[in-house]
DNA sequence: TGCGGAAATTGACGCAAATCAAGTGATATC
DNA sequence: GATATCACTTGATTTGCGTCAATTTCCGCA
């Protein structure tokens, strides 16, 4: 677990901004006050690790703010992202003492935490809670069935597609606009992020992501900048039976 | 879903095979009770499709007894198994009408069913089954980040020495018997399935088989019957750092 | 006991992606 | 304003796995 990190101020649960989406969404005023009494925010900057897998960890968290990685790596360096934390997603599990997982700030992110004993035994009181994170587990579960398919069958080019177009659908969700015709968006992650994530190399993710901007599929301005002409295009590009899959 | 499944006979509750392992699990004798009431079984006959990937689903279930497995498929055909189903498992995704995944009976299975709405409006009031379903839940989202890891990163040879001293160390825990040694079992999969799990061609599975019967490290009687001579030579084989992942 | 067919093995060949290796262009450091 | 550094691109080459194509083995069944 990382250190230097530096207190960022208070928020109270109803000016949060995650209030509606993260693991308290569905607790009632009483609920969340016996929330609010328990938590505490930690932030970090992008680079740093939050935790290491294998870590005693005494807390659980949820993303306020940022984007952070959750790695797994095996002895001789091989990495895989197995998932990406986004605002209101959840960080830790009930029960477990050790990490899992990495986790490693891609941004500057701020966390709201709750010590793991004290937040265990409100989960035992608070179905809302326990009904919540059901919720969210399924999701992310579904969403990590998802990459697997991408992970075992899809080619280099459709593993590509399929990150930008989800990258894209994310931000259009975000921004409450619609994932259609043209869009532009900022890729978070660097080549070597977006190459843990779809089990490839750097080099292979850089020569896709140049066959797609020669070909038209893209537009880049700058290395993080993308302009996507043809939203459709792109998911058939993703091989996706059209609607495509969940994120986070 | 399937038609022509047919009746298998009634289980109480307290004769059940799963009763301390699946979502009832932590259930109290009145709960079991409420349970009992709006249960019923279904079997399927090795090769059956239980569900197919968008049909609807007005059941959720529990594997009492024999294997199934969780697939999806791209437009051209090429599959991902997503999941294996052994007993105790759960089926289904409460608050979900249509199902996500093909759902393949490869042994002769018996399912424990639960019609979907009066499931949902129990685990309402039922703290303990959501609390059992969100541990289970939390177990299948480790167990498909450790396969991301795998199918994201590992070599074809990686892949069938993991499959293998999984399934080795499944079948030991149920036999209760230690998971160190020499040891022989079963695969409950045909080379086919092995691909799709794995996300690899049967002909690199079979040729991997071969490879690890040649050296030693396996031996093989019949296709489907393994004894594995040292079990650390197998872990070794599958890159795992000592201890292995979590299945199911 | 022998037949039929599915499951599995094995071989030859090709290709997509990994590896190895420069090289470019931005941003930070002295 | 020169230099180091980091993120990325591009090229040359290798290789692991997929594809295509025969066999062979196994197992049920007449």
Redesign the pocket.
Known sequence: MAHDDHFHGTLTCGECPIRHRAVCARCEAAELDALERIKYYRSFEAGQTVIWAGDQMDFVASVVSGIATLTQTMEDGRTQMVGLLLPSDFVGRPGRARAAYNVIATTDILMCCFRRKPFEEMMERTPHLAQRLLQMTLDELDAAREWMLLLGR??????IASLLSIIARRDASVNMLPAKGHMTFD?P?????M?DYL????????????ALKREGVIE?T???HVMVPDMDRLMAEAGDDSDGGVFG
Not at 189 to 193: G, K, N, S, Y
């Open positions: 899809k080619t280099a080019r459709e593993k890729l992650l660097t080549r070597e992020a190459a089990g490839l190399t750097l080099e292979t993710v850089s020569r896709q992501i140049s880049l700058g290395k993080r």
